[in-house]
C-alpha cells in the first residue's frame, strides 16, 4: 500500500520504519530532514506534506501536539487541498479529543475518512514494534486500518468512534500522573517517619496498592534514576489536554490538577526534561526531606 | 503457648480462630460476648483485658481505632498494670504509628516488649489465613513473634522498627485511595467524553496505568457494585491517620487531603458505608454524569 508518513521525530522515525519493513511504499516528510536511514532502507522522501498527500492512499501523522497537527492539516502549506475522497488520515499524535472530533469533521466533508490512534510504549515500544494504540475509529475503518498498526505494536484497542483513541490517551496519562502521586505521597511519608521506603514498597507489592507505577517509578524515586523514561514536559502537555477537555466537558479533577501543579513546579525548578517520576521532588521540597 | 487476644469483631474473631487451630491456648475478650464459636473449638473466655494479660506470654490486639487500643493499655480496665516483664503486646490493629511508638516507649520503661503488625486482606484474608501482615519489631522480637503470624498470614515482612507497621499500612492506604481517585478521574473523563470506560479501562490493562485498583475498582465503577468490600468510613479514618501523621511529621500530601474530601462528600451523600470504589460518586455528582 501506498503510505504517506508526516513527522519523523523519536517516534514516528521507527514507526514509519517498520512500514517500511513491512513492504509498504513509504512517502516521507517531517520538518527537519528525513532520515537517511529510511531512505536507503526503500522509504520514499518528499518536500512537502502536499506532495506525501497526493502520492499516498493512507496518510499518518506523528507530530508533537494539536497545533501541529492543525497547520500540517489546515495551514498554509496544509495537506486538506490536496485530498481527496476515498483517502485516510491517521493520526497517531497524542492531542486534543476535542479538536480530533472537529479535523475529522471538516474532512469528512471531502469524503476524507480519519482516524485517530494515539500510542504508549515510549520509544523503545517503536522500535521493537510493540506499542500500545489505541483507535478511535468509525464502523469499518478499523478493520481497515489495523493491518498497518500490527506492523507498529501489540497491543491494538479499537476504543470507540473518532476520538475515543485520544480520550483513551488521556485517561491513560492521568492515571499515570496520579499513581506517580500516589506513590510520590506514600513513600515520602514513610521515609519522614523514618522507615526505609524500599521495604515499604516490597510489603505492598502484590496487594491492592501494588501497580506498575509502584513497581517501576517507585523504584526509581528510591533509586534517584530520574533520567528519562518520560519527560515531564510532555507530561504536562497530556495533562494539559485531560485538564482542557475535563473544562469543555464539564468534569472536574482535583486531583489531575494538583499532579499538573507539581509537575508545574518541577519545571521552575529546572527538572522539565527529568522522567515523571520526578513529581516527588516538589513534594519532598515541601516537606525538606527526601524519599531516599 | 499462652496467648491473649482482645478484638474479637469481624476480623479478631477469625484470626483468633487461626491460632486456637495451631494449637495455641487462646485467652479471649472482647466488649461484645466471646463468639461461641472459639469457645466450643477451645479458647478460653475472660471476664476482662486483665485476666487476659495475666494469662497469656503475648497479648494480640486487634481493635477499631488508636483510642480503643490506648483505653485497653491504659484506661480504666487497662492491662499495663498487669503486664510484666517478658511479656510482648502485638499490636495488628490500625492506628497511628505516632501513638504506636508512644505506646511502646511507656511499656517498655516496665521491659515489656512491642510489636504492631496492622493487616491488609480483610474478612476474607482473616478467615482464610491469608493476611497481608506489616510487622514493626525491634531487633530479634521479629524472629520471635513471626511462628504466630504464619497462622494467620501469608505475606509477612519486617518493614523495620517499633511503628513501621503502621508507617507501612498509611502508606498502603494512601496509596490505594489514590489510585481509586486516579481511575475515578479518569473513567468518569472518558465516560462523559462518550467513550466506553470499559473500553478504555480493557484498553489500559497491562500498561502503565495498571494496578490491582484499575482492574477489580475500575470494574466496581462501570459495574455500580458499591457493596463493601472496605468501607468508605474505614477508609476515612486511615486517611485521617496519613493526614495527622503527616502533619506531625511535616509532610504536604495534596492529593490524600482531596481524597479525603471526596470520601466526606460521599459521607454527607449517605455512603459511608459503601465500598470504597464508591469515591467516583462525588466526582460524579460534581460532573452530573455518571461513569456508566
Same mark, same amino acid.
Given at each position: 500500500?501506498?503510505?504517506?508518513?508526516?513527522?519523523?521525530?523519536?517516534?514516528?522515525?521507527?514507526?514509519?520504519?517498520?512500514?517500511?519493513?513491512?513492504?509498504?511504499?513509504?512517502?516521507?516528510?517531517?520538518?527537519?530532514?528525513?532520515?537517511?536511514?529510511?531512505?536507503?532502507?526503500?522509504?520514499?522522501?518528499?518536500?512537502?506534506?502536499?506532495?506525501?498527500?497526493?502520492?499516498?492512499?493512507?496518510?499518518?501523522?506523528?507530530?508533537?501536539?494539536?497545533?501541529?497537527?492543525?497547520?500540517?492539516?489546515?495551514?498554509?502549506?496544509?495537506?486538506?487541498?490536496?485530498?481527496?475522497?476515498?483517502?485516510?488520515?491517521?493520526?497517531?499524535?497524542?492531542?486534543?479529543?476535542?479538536?480530533?472530533?472537529?479535523?475529522?469533521?471538516?474532512?469528512?466533508?471531502?469524503?476524507?475518512?480519519?482516524?485517530?490512534?494515539?500510542?504508549?510504549?515510549?520509544?523503545?515500544?517503536?522500535?521493537?514494534?510493540?506499542?500500545?494504540?489505541?483507535?478511535?475509529?468509525?464502523?469499518?475503518?478499523?478493520?481497515?486500518?489495523?493491518?498497518?498498526?500490527?506492523?507498529?505494536?501489540?497491543?491494538?484497542?479499537?476504543?470507540?468512534?473518532?476520538?475515543?483513541?485520544?480520550?483513551?490517551?488521556?485517561?491513560?496519562?492521568?492515571?499515570?500522573?496520579?499513581?506517580?502521586?500516589?506513590?510520590?505521597?506514600?513513600?515520602?511519608?514513610?521515609?519522614?517517619?523514618?522507615?526505609?521506603? +524500599?521495604?515499604?514498597?516490597?510489603?505492598?507489592?502484590?496487594?491492592?496498592?501494588? +501497580?506498575?507505577?509502584?513497581?517501576?517509578?517507585?523504584?526509581?524515586?528510591?533509586?534517584?534514576?530520574?533520567?528519562?523514561?518520560?519527560?515531564?514536559?510532555?507530561?504536562?502537555?497530556?495533562?494539559?489536554?485531560?485538564?482542557?477537555?475535563?473544562? +469543555?466537558?464539564?468534569?472536574?479533577?482535583?486531583?489531575?490538577?494538583?499532579?499538573?501543579?507539581?509537575?508545574?513546579?518541577?519545571?521552575?525548578?529546572?527538572?522539565?526534561?527529568?522522567?515523571?517520576?520526578?513529581?516527588?521532588?516538589?513534594?519532598?521540597?515541601?516537606?525538606?526531606?527526601?524519599?531516599?
Amino acid at each position: 500500500m501506498k503510505i504517506g508518513f508526516i513527522g519523523l521525530g523519536i517516534m514516528g522515525s521507527p514507526m514509519a520504519g517498520q512500514l517500511i519493513k513491512g513492504g509498504h511504499d513509504v512517502y516521507l516528510y517531517s520538518r527537519s530532514k528525513v532520515p537517511e536511514e529510511l531512505v536507503s532502507n526503500g522509504g520514499i522522501p518528499c518536500q512537502n506534506g502536499p506532495e506525501v498527500a497526493a502520492n499516498s492512499e493512507v496518510i499518518i501523522l506523528m507530530l508533537p501536539d494539536t497545533p501541529d497537527v492543525e497547520k500540517v492539516l489546515f495551514g498554509d502549506e496544509g495537506i486538506s487541498e490536496t485530498l481527496l475522497e476515498g483517502q485516510t488520515i491517521i493520526d497517531m499524535s497524542s492531542i486534543s479529543p476535542i479538536a480530533t472530533r472537529e479535523f475529522a469533521s471538516q474532512l469528512a466533508t471531502k469524503n476524507v475518512s480519519y482516524v485517530d490512534a494515539p500510542v504508549s510504549g515510549g520509544e523503545i515500544g517503536a522500535k521493537n514494534a510493540t506499542l500500545t494504540i489505541m483507535v478511535g475509529a468509525n464502523g469499518s475503518m478499523f478493520a481497515k486500518v489495523e493491518p498497518i498498526f500490527k506492523l507498529m505494536g501489540k497491543n491494538i484497542t479499537h476504543v470507540g468512534d473518532i476520538g475515543a483513541g485520544q480520550v483513551c490517551k488521556v485517561a491513560n496519562q492521568v492515571i499515570v500522573a496520579l499513581n506517580i502521586e500516589a506513590v510520590g505521597e506514600a513513600l515520602l511519608l514513610a521515609s519522614k517517619a523514618g522507615v526505609d521506603p +524500599s521495604k515499604v514498597r516490597q510489603a505492598l507489592m502484590g496487594g491492592f496498592a501494588s +501497580s506498575k507505577i509502584l513497581e517501576i517509578h517507585g523504584e526509581r524515586m528510591i533509586e534517584r534514576t530520574f533520567k528519562p523514561g518520560f519527560r515531564i514536559e510532555l507530561h504536562q502537555k497530556d495533562l494539559n489536554l485531560a485538564l482542557n477537555t475535563a473544562r +469543555s466537558l464539564g468534569v472536574s479533577l482535583p486531583n489531575t490538577s494538583t499532579a499538573q501543579e507539581l509537575f508545574n513546579a518541577c519545571s521552575a525548578a529546572g527538572q522539565s526534561t527529568q522522567d515523571h517520576s520526578a513529581m516527588v521532588c516538589a513534594l519532598e521540597r515541601l516537606a525538606q526531606h527526601t524519599v531516599a
